[in-house]
């Protein structure tokens, strides 16, 4: 009976729910203790002959080429001035019971050790990895599978894109493997190789599961996902296609606890080669600069232009003295297709544009007014602003967001009363406001002066007749934030430059374009919009006459 029980168990599959699992790069820092060791076996059922079942053959080709990288850096640490390090728990204790008499905490420097992976590129030395393992080290040395250590001096790094060239003198004989020249497919074999808890040389098998992946990193996320074993030490390391060829440099798991749990993400080989060539050549990347502003093309914005399908980045603004606006490109345009390459997404046409040198020729294919255009653009370099920009995880051609109130100094409160001109303390609730225009307007002139359009949720008016919003289009007055418009990401103090193509300059004009639209079958309008943060299109529901 229990040997029963026991076939029972061994042949049932327990599912559990992971919680709070997050992306993370898995460099190791301080010291890496492994306190147990657990074997684990499995049974492998395969249809292929037996002896496909082997990596042994790749892993002694390409073992030989990933190293373990070894840093130090000086990190600054508060201590406590009367009795040097305390531990958290003593320090709460002290915190609790005694308040400001605890010790007092004082800065102290300490020396930080961090390791991680990397490999040959080269006989002559040189080493790529991640730049989270050597960011901030004071030095860097590597360990050789054959347990030989050497210094190794930063090439350069390019933190965009979280690799780093490492490079070891006085040896030209170092075995070093090759990049992939593509791409692998969904569901290739692939071996990671690496570094994990400090356990050097340790080697991996899985599959490549997804690719493309976008895990918020930077604009340029392009990330390989495959589920071999990866885990902290293994930034930096390589993942193999079974002809030995580098495929991926592994950067970051998903994991609740920092363990494998099968989710890792491995940087393109296409990405490594375009990166590891600039950073030989001069210690850092600079990439390629259009001059636009981009968003998506959402199903509403596709009906807006009708369009087809939903492929491309739609160009929300173009700006002045740079090379699309020397090239003719135009706000309203949807970019389909640069030098050959089809893009589908607004992701995409960042990557693509990033991977040119300044100064490149391309050629940008564009739809404009449903007909396709093609426009040769000379780059520009990436400007210093934008650089930042991407430093903090940004778009470099500023995708075209909503802007927020808040983001305009505006509490929660306040939203919607900028341009109120009434007395403060005698302020109306805004449906109250609303619906006593309304019944004004239906009596009054509606072309030329303030309306409301209440089943949007939206005030409007001449944009000439409001301080500081210029003179051209119409000017949203009063936005009810839970209304289709303030859905959408209309904001008080945002101005309406045109209408499905159609400059305005009349509140009238949008109840005119709405009855349009209606008539034609239509169930949006477009919007081009300037708000503080840039010139977006934002699409409004008709409604039923």
Request: glycine share 12%.
């Amino acid at each position: 009976m229990s040997d029963q029980r026991n076939h029972a168990a061994r042949r049932s599959i327990v599912a559990g729910a992971v919680i709070g699992a997050t992306v993370a790069a898995f460099a190791v820092t301080g010291s890496s203790i492994v306190s147990f060791v657990t074997p684990a076996k499995a049974q492998i059922v395969t249809n292929q002959p037996a002896n496909m079942l082997s990596f042994a053959d790749i892993v002694d080709k390409v073992k030989p080429a990933v190293v373990s990288v070894r840093t130090k850096s000086d990190v600054e640490t508060m201590a406590d001035d009367q009795s040097g390090d305390m531990p958290p728990n003593m320090e709460r204790f002290f915190r609790r019971f005694f308040g400001d008499q605890a010790p007092n905490r004082m800065p102290r420097h300490r020396r930080a050790q961090g390791q991680g992976s990397g490999f040959f590129i080269s006989a002559d030395g040189f080493i790529v990895t991640n730049n989270h393992v050597i960011e901030k080290a004071n030095e860097v040395e590597i360990q050789t599978d054959d347990g030989k250590t050497y210094k190794a001096k930063v090439i350069g790094t390019d933190p965009r894109t979280d690799l780093a060239l490492l490079k070891v003198d006085g040896r030209t004989d170092f075995p070093w493997v090759r990049l992939a020249p593509s791409a692998p497919r969904i569901g290739d074999w692939v071996l990671a190789v690496g570094n994990p808890f400090g356990l050097g040389g340790t080697v991996t098998a899985g599959i490549v599961s997804a690719r493309g992946r976008d895990i918020g990193a930077n604009a340029y996320d392009d990330f390989i996902q495959i589920d071999a074993a990866v885990n902290r030490g293994n930034s930096g390391g390589p993942t193999f296609n079974l002809a030995g060829e580098v495929i991926g440099v592994n950067t970051a798991i998903v994991s609740p606890t920092g363990g494998n749990i099968g989710i890792a993400f491995a940087i393109p080989s296409e990405t490594v080669t375009s990166v590891v060539a600039a950073l030989r050549q001069s210690g850092h990347v600079t990439r390629g600069y259009l001059g636009v502003q981009i968003q998506p093309v959402t199903a509403e914005i596709a009906e807006g232009l009708n369009l087809k399908s939903q492929e491309g980045a739609l160009v929300g603004e173009v700006q002045p003295n740079l090379p699309a606006a020397a090239a003719g490109i135009k706000s309203g345009d949807v970019i389909i297709e640069v030098d050959g390459t089809p893009i589908k997404t607004v992701r995409e046409l960042q990557r693509k544009i990033a991977g040119f040198r300044p100064d490149s020729t391309v050629k940008i294919k564009v739809l404009r007014g449903g007909k396709e255009q093609l426009i040769e653009v000379k780059l520009a370099k990436l400007p210093d602003q934008q650089q930042a920009a991407l430093d903090k995880k940004e778009n470099p051609e500023r995708k075209a967001t909503p802007r927020r109130d808040e983001d305009r100094g505006l509490d929660n409160d306040r939203r919607g009363d900028r341009m109120d001109r009434g007395d403060r303390n005698d302020r109306q609730s805004r449906q109250d406001r609303m619906d006593r225009m309304d019944r004004q307007d239906r009596n009054d002139d509606r072309t030329s002066r303030e309306i409301t359009l209440s089943q949007l949720g939206i005030s409007i008016a001449p944009a000439r007749d409001v301080d500081g919003a210029g003179s051209q289009g119409i000017v949203v007055t009063d936005v009810d934030n839970q209304g289709p418009a303030g859905e959408r990401g209309l904001r008080t103090g945002d101005v309406i430059l045109d209408i499905g193509g159609n400059g305005v300059t009349r509140p009238g004009d949008l109840n005119d374009a709405i009855a349009k639209a209606r008539n034609e079958g239509k169930s949006v309008i477009l919007l081009r919009v300037k708000s503080q943060g840039g010139t977006r299109y934002v699409t409004l529901p008709v409604g039923k006459g």
